[in-house]
């Protein structure tokens, strides 16, 4: 009887074992499918067409490439401004983490959005804010007669304003939660508040200020929006090189080794920030954020709190308002109903037709990013993935540091003939916004999945509920509000998406992000304004979109 209980325990367990293997296979089926067929296999055909001549593979084209001194400037000025970038930009956002970890004061929940904002603009919005700051006719143009468009400041000052959130929200969640106590009572044992912050706070701090300017690192590396907008010809990153290589000058071979050369760039950075990232998650004396915010102390943390405002005011708003105040320069809204007339030059239709395009697109795009992130954060959640699961977690980021640009004239180079002949349909933006949309679907369910006691889904297999059920009936109930929070924030770097969308959008359907740099090419004063009125357009369905995300937020720590 025993023997027959034991064999019948053995064949459960073997039963549910391999129910899992082929849901496990069945989950990862759809995400690995969509990143070989719409990211690997475009970027290794841009890659292959460039390097192949006379159907010889030359990889020493590379060190070829590499000896030209204008690649090798490239290649200094990319890694010098993500480098200053990163530092100038914890240098201005510390304090404000700081501030918006221990301080308490009215707004505070308002002025978290607004520091967000930039974070979810498209960086065409970006460029083109700052032009009508710092740009020919901006207003430190009209005031003081001073430009920084083209010079590097411009970039650097619109590279810190893109990425202060990233560092106030990084580095102020984990900050919030930290107990004050550990360092007051070094204070007590006679250090000084500047020692016990070093020797006992900085330490704590580490692994998320490493893992901020990581972030920060890789997307000023990858910069293609801000630098083509306020570069000029006098400056450009690898990824603007690369567009310039592919689309103007037309040398394929030089571009694929750009491509490469930022590839292996891009996994050195992801493979670091892996690692701080385990390192962050180590036993830290965590509370809650609630408890550590009290109202600022003494003059010194008010004239903080103040400085802090002042810096958002000029950095964040400042920008944004010149954006909005160029946008209503002619007379009765000129330059947005001019948005409804078609010129016949840039655009075959009105450019007022780039925002429904640019929504349809977006709301496709969110559509596919949530289904293929949610099936591949439910593989990565579960307690039977293996090496190759864990290891395509990884993978799946690298869409976020490729050369956009490559994707997209990759989509064209690769999926132009049967089964996949997709130039013409209309599908193609979608597919290369959702590839830039997935990581943040996979990155805002993971915590919450993870955090799923897995002993409930055993309960319910062992009572007979198929994987399909298990997952609708135990994760769905419990991720519902982050599976939202992750379509908002899929829904809103698809819309600003710009390096992919510039090559395969088609001209009688242009995005706003493309719409805008078009305007922006062109002459004359009715093209600035309309572009700057589209910019604003755009950068108000974003803040729309934030303001939806800061409602549905479940992670109080901060965190993206």
Known sequence: MDLARTEVGKAGRRARNLRGSVARLALMAGPVAFFAVFFAYPVAAIVARGLEVDEVWRFGRIGDVLAQSDVR????????????STALTLLVALPGAYVFARFDFPGKQVLRAVVTVP??????VVGTAFLALVGRGGLLDELWGVRLDTTVWAILLAHVFFNYAVVVRTVGGLWAQLDPRQEEAARMLGASRARAWRQVTLPALAPAVAA?????????????????????????????????????????????????????????????????????????????AATTARRPRGAGQWALLAGVLATVALLVVLPLAVLVQRSLGAPGFGYYRALTEADGGAFLVPPIEAIGNSLQYALAATAIAVVIGALAAAAFTRRDAGRFVRGFDALLMLPLGVSAVTVGFGFLIALDEPPLDLRASWILVPLAQALVGVPFVVRTMLPVLRAVDGRLREAAAVLG?????????????????????????????????????????????????????RLLG???????????????????????ALVVLERLRTDRSGEF
């Open 73 to 84: 400037h490239v290649l200094w000025f990319t890694t010098w401004q993500a480098l200053a």
């Open 212 to 288: 901020a300017a990581l972030m920060v690192f890789l997307f000023t590396f990858t910069s293609f929006g801000v630098v083509q907008i306020l570069g000029g010809p006098a400056f450009s990153t690898l990824e603007v090189e690369i567009y310039r290589q592919t689309s103007q000058v037309f040398d394929l071979s030089t571009a694929a080794v750009l491509t490469l050369i930022q590839f292996a760039a891009v996994v050195a950075v992801l493979a670091v920030h892996a690692w701080t990232v385990r390192r962050r998650e180590s036993a830290l004396r965590l509370v809650d």
């Open 465 to 517: 509920a198929s994987p399909w059920r298990v997952w609708r009936e135990v994760d769905l109930p419990m991720v519902r509000r982050a599976l939202l929070v992750a379509a908002g924030f899929a829904f809103a770097v698809s819309l600003g998406e710009f390096g992919a969308t510039v090559f395969i959008a088609r001209p009688d359907n242009p995005t706003l992000p493309v719409a805008v740099a």
């Open 522 to 544: 062109r002459p004359g004063d009715m093209n600035y304004g309309q572009a700057m009125a589209l910019s604003t357009i755009l950068m108000l369905v974003c803040a729309v």
């Open 119 to 124: 974070f979810v603009l498209p960086t065409v």
